[in-house]
Each structure stands twice: as structure tokens, then as C-alpha cells.
DNA sequence: GATGAATGAGGGTTCATTCAT
DNA sequence: AATGAATGAACCCTCATTCAT
């Protein structure tokens, strides 16, 4: 019993290096020309291995985008978490998020947008996230807006936060254009805007420990 | 003559057809998986036909791509020119371009994000274009600002709106969640809050004729 | 009558054009590169017009061989006759032939070798001209020989003689390495040893015009 | 280690098969109708397979080249080491080795001269093995005219000799009019000729073992 | 006669997948 | 479990040939 455990520990190890040889080999070849043969190359393993642990290409795929895109949920909740402002603090940095790194891995999900026309376990992924995250923002919309007793359409105000984060986000990665400290400037301003806060009393950088997540750990290995 | 201006203008015909053969194949199989076989069968011609009119296959996607975007420009202008209202109005309706219509193609404009990391000359089209609406952008809230004395960082203001643009953008095509009305109310209540203007003197939908843009047209031939 | 006389005169004319035109793709492009498209381009004529006037693109090659070969024919039976000399003098420069002249055509009779295991015209010509060839130059050895009361192996001989001067020819189109002097020099030495003649008697270079044939031409029109 | 080098040797003789292929192939479609498809039909491996093993087809056809030039040189040392005469009868076999045997793979060698002029590598390595087996001739050639006290133009000597060597063996592959056996005779004839030697010693056959390069061994496996 | 648009077979090459070892 | 040799479908592109004009 002990050495099947330490088998299948072995065995979700060898997946684990796969998935992470996948996401380098996304971020080192782009989306096209990623292959069997650079992804196998990248994780030091055999081509055949590959069809071993995971269905076929686009399995492997799109589970390397979902080890991403729990990444990029853990990073936020670790934001969220650790900081210590009231609700409105937390908005701010919650929604900074994809502003606080950078992991060079942005161009990858603009491919997996594409992809997901193609693959609807991407695109349900996707909007599972996406609607998840609106969701908990709204939350969050709701509760400083009570703190405040002010009244807004939530659900307007959630669709405008989280799309003006989408787009700065966007825009960032396609034109390199502005920068990501413009990003929480102007995220900064909208909110205090709405809430009637004052910008000074909120630091672009929040106050906690992104050590871990600063770079693009905890995307283990990755970092070459 | 007569001969070869018809077989001229026949030519161009083909090269049309083409190109809008490309647009539907990316729209139905995205950037990765639409081929030389997609396109040409998309357009009931022959594969060798493709090499006929264009020097290759990226070439084609380029040409398409400036064609689509083309398509996009001249709705915005007519849409600016025909918006009968004052620098306010027209900031808003010129904002509001993306959510006008529904041409089918959204998608497509995420498979050519995807493509222009491949394409070097999709990206430099895209950055162009992204880069000229911005500034036109910028100098429409300038003229807005001052006319009502209003002192503003517009460069972050161009950013915040165009971004907020594009991020309801993003997300409607790819969520489906929300509606084009909502992203309308959305940006006419960020502009009022900006100029503080009243909503109610602008109307969601501008009184212009849409006809000639309202569907894909002029995107011939593009209804299937 | 007169008309269609004139139109066949005009159809020989189109076929002539086609046919230099296709040389010169062949000297410019070489065998492999040289296309119904590069050899259309060379005449000026449309591509469809090939097929108008030859079965097709093999036909074609063929027939520019053969017009090769004639004029290759044509210059040998020019030198032979406008030499002044007797019969050794007659068979030292007959030989001499393929080493008086610079076509630019050289290369391409190497290509022509290899098609003449695929296109069995091809080898049928060459074995044609090669042995009649062969027939003139054993007749002018047993000229010379009888006119010396010398007893040789004529047919030895002129194979001797022939393959010696293909294999020169061989060489110099191959490697480049020696020149067409040197060729002319070995082919007068053997010879005079051969016939007991003096060497210094017979001028490397015949006193004849080689104008006409100096260059390429009576390829007509060659010259480019 | 045992499994490795067995994976190795199985691999060196896929390849060889590859390059036997090929050479079968060359023998039969020549050099423009060579194609993949001859090439792994001939092989009866798979078209894939071809790119596995060597870089492209250029690659395959100058590997299969230098296979075949090596085992022709692989003769003409082993007809020249095993002749126990002095230096004029070993001149004389090392000049007749392309007459000694009849690997049926003559015709190759044409459809490589004109590949010559497609592919840079093999019309360097054709340069090289002809130029050093001049080189080498010419040496014979100094020292069985020092031994006999006499004095020539080695330099002219040798072009003689290897291009009537080349010269006959072009028209025995091309027009098959002559035997293999004339060219022996005319060889002999003529260097006796040069070094005043008398024919009857030197039998036309040398008396060594050609079985192991008698037909196209060392080329395995090409008598179909 | 003459054109060149249109075709489609076949070129070399890539690559996901299979499978014997 | 792990390998990589082997496959063959599909890629883009070339080009000889056809045919409506």
C-alpha cells in the first residue's frame, strides 16, 4: 500500500512536470508553435509520456490552462486575504490584482481566449471563473456601498469594475502603451470616485507579502 | 478595354470573395485551426486559387484582418460624422461604436489577438489603429473638458475609456452575460460622472441611420 | 492562300519563340527550376500558349533539345567545311568543335543526359547524333590513315578519339579546372602522335570565321 | 547497454535502407522525378519516417551520394592495393576500375551530374573526389615516367588520362555501343603508348579477387 | 488565336498519435 | 512505467494543364 501511494505520488508528480513543461513551453514558443516536441523537450521526458498521462494534446492543454487559471485564483485570494483594509481596501486590491505581477504568461491567455471557440471546456472554464469572480467583486461592491449607506446598481457597477480591469488588462499586454501602476491609478480614481473615498488613503502597493506570488511562483519550476 | 477592366474588376471580385471566405473560416474554426482546405472550401474555390491572389497564407489572414478592421474604422466614422450632437454626444456615441451593431464577427477580432503574436504585421495594425482610436479619443475629452472648463488628466481619461471599452467588449463576446445596452448605460453614466451631464439628454441609441451598418454590411455577402 | 501561308509562317515564328525561350530558362534557371511560368515569362507570350503549340511541357523540352543539338550539328558541319586543311587538319579541328565556342548552354546538356533515361526521345536523339557522330570521325581517321598508309583499329580509334574529347568536354563543363586550350592541345598531341604528325603545323585555333557561331548564336536571339 | 546499442545498429540500418532507397529510386525515376513517395515506396517505410532520420530530402540525396562515391572509392583502393605490379600496372587497373564492374547503378551517376548544379554540396564533393583521383593519377603517372626515364607534361597526362577514363565511361553509359572490355584495351593501348610498355604483359583483367566488389556489393541489398 | 483565371494533383514537411520494446 | 521509432494525415505551396472568354 505504501509503495502504491508512492507511485501515484510519482505518477501526479510526472503529470504535475508535464503540465508546468507545457505552460514554459506556451510561454517560450507562443500557442502554435508549441508542440508535442517542445513540451516534451521542456519537461525532460519522452514524447510518449505525454500520451501516457493525458488524453491527447488538447487535454493536456487545457489542463495546463486550468493549473493556470487556479494560479492566478490562489494569487487573488492570497491578495484578499492578506489584506488588512476594510471592504473598500479590499475592493481596490482585489481588483489590482492582475496589475501586483508579472508572470509572462499574459499573451498565453489571450491564445486561450482564441482556443476556447475551439475548445468549450476553455470557454466554460472561463466564464465559470470570470463568473465567479464578477460575483465575489459585486459582493464586495455591496458591502462598502452598505458600509457607506450609499446605493448603486450593483450588478452596473460590478460589469464596469471588472471590464475596465479586463480591458487596462487588455490593453496592456496587446500594447504595452501604459503601465500597470497606470492600471491601479486609474482603478484607484474610479473607485474613489464611486465611494467618495480619498485616493491618499490607499497606496498603489498594498502592504502585504507578494514574495510568493511576486513572480510567477507559485507556478512551481517555472521560473527556468 | 472593356475586356479587361471586367476582367479586372472580376479579379477584385475573387480577391473579395476570398477575403471574406477567411473571415468566416476564422470565425468558425479560429486563427490555429483554419487552413488553406477551411478557406477554400468557404469559398466554394479551389485551394490553388488562394495562391492565385495571394502571395501565401499569412499574407491573406493580414489582408482579411485590414479589410475587417477597415469595416470597423468606417462604421466609426460614420458614426461620428452622422452623430448630430455637440463634442459630448459625440464622445459618447464614438464610444459607443462597439455595441451598435452585431455583425457575427466579434469572435474573430479575439482570433486575430491570438494571431498577432504570430504575425508581426497583425500586431503592428493592431497597435496602429488601437493607438490612433485612443488619441482621437483623448482629443474628443479635451474638447468636451474644455468647453465646460473642466481640468483632466486626459491621458488617463482616454486610457480609462477606451479600456472600459474594450473590456465590455471582451466580455460580452466572450461571457454572454451581459448586454450591448448595458455597456452603453455603463459608459454614458462614466462620461455624465466625468462631464457631469444628464444622462437623459443622451439617448442609448443615437438618432442616425444604422441601415448601411447596422448589420455585418459592408462586410458583403457575409449573412451566409 | 497567301494568308494562311502568312499565318504558318506566324504559328513557326510563335513555335521559335517558344522554343529560344525556353533555352534561355533553362540556361537562367537551370532543368529543375526552369517552368512552363519562367519559360512563358522568357517569351513574353501567355502560359496558355504553350499548350497551344506543343502536347505539353515534356514536348516542349524535347523539341528545344532537338533544336539544341541541330545547332550544335549546324557548327560542327560549318567548321568541317570552312577548314581549308586536309584530312588531318579537317579531323583535328572537327574534334576541336565542342572547344571553340562558349554557349552557356553546357550545363544544360548535363541535365539533358539525366532526362534521357526518362524521356526515351531524349536518349533515342542522343544515341542518334552521338553515333553518327561517332561514324564521321572513324571516316575522317581512315582518310587520314590511308592517306599515311597507316593500319589502325578505326573503330578503337574513334572511339578513342570521340570519348576522349567527351570526357574533356565532361570535365570542363563539371569541374572547371582546365580550359578549353588545354583540351585542344591534348586532342592535337594525341592525334599527332597517332599520325605521325608535327603538332606545330596545325594552329591550336582554326583560320576560319567564327563569328556566326562564336557565341551562341545561330541560336538566334539568345544573346539576351 | 545492450538494448541502446541494439536501438542504435537497428537505427543505422533504417538509415541505410533510407539511403538504399533512395539510390534504387535515383536508378530508376532519376533526380526531377526522385520524390519522397519513390523514395519511401522503394524503401517501403514510411514517408514520415524519411524526416526522422535525415533533415530533408536535399540532406538524404547528398548522404546517399556520399554513400555511393564512398564505395566507388572503396574500389579503387581496393583494386589498387591488391595489384601486386609495379607502378605502371597499377596506374593502368586504377584507370580501368570504373570498367571492372557492373554495379547497375551507372546511369546514377549521370542524374548527379546534373544534381550538381541544384545542390552546392554535391557539386563541391564531386569537385573533391575527381580532383584528388587526378591528383592521385597524376602521381602514377610521375612515377612510372621517372622509372622509365622519361619525361612529360604530367599535368596535361593526367587530364588526358582521367577524362578518356571519364569520356568512355559517359559513352558506355550512355549509348552502350562499346563493351567495358574496349575501354580496358584502349586504356592499355594508350599508356603503353606513353610509357613504351608492351601490352601482352599486362593482362586486361587484373589478377585480384572482385568478388566482394564484383556486382554492387557493398551496396546491400540493390539487386532487388 | 491568344489569354490567364482556375483547377487539383503532387511536391516537401510537420506533427499528434500509436505501439513494440 | 517509459521510450522513441514509425506512421500517416494534414499542413502550405508549386505548377502543369484546362478552358471559358
Redesign the pocket.
Known sequence: MKRATK?RE??EA?RAELIVATLKSLRKHGY??????T?SEESG?????????FA???D?LIVAHKYYLQNVDDFFRHVVWSTKSGHFGKLFYSVSVPFLRDTGFEQMLVHYFSAAWMLPEVLRMHRNLWGRYRTNIRHRISAAARERGLVMDTRLAAITLTQLVDGLWLGWVMEESYTQEDCRIILRKWLCEQFGEDPQKYPLTPDIDLTLFKTSAPLPHIED
Open positions: 507511485m510519482s505518477s510526472r502554435v508553435n508549441s508542440t508535442i516536441n513540451i521526458l519522452s514524447r510518449g509520456l505525454i500520451s501516457h498521462y491527447n494534446k488538447d493536456l
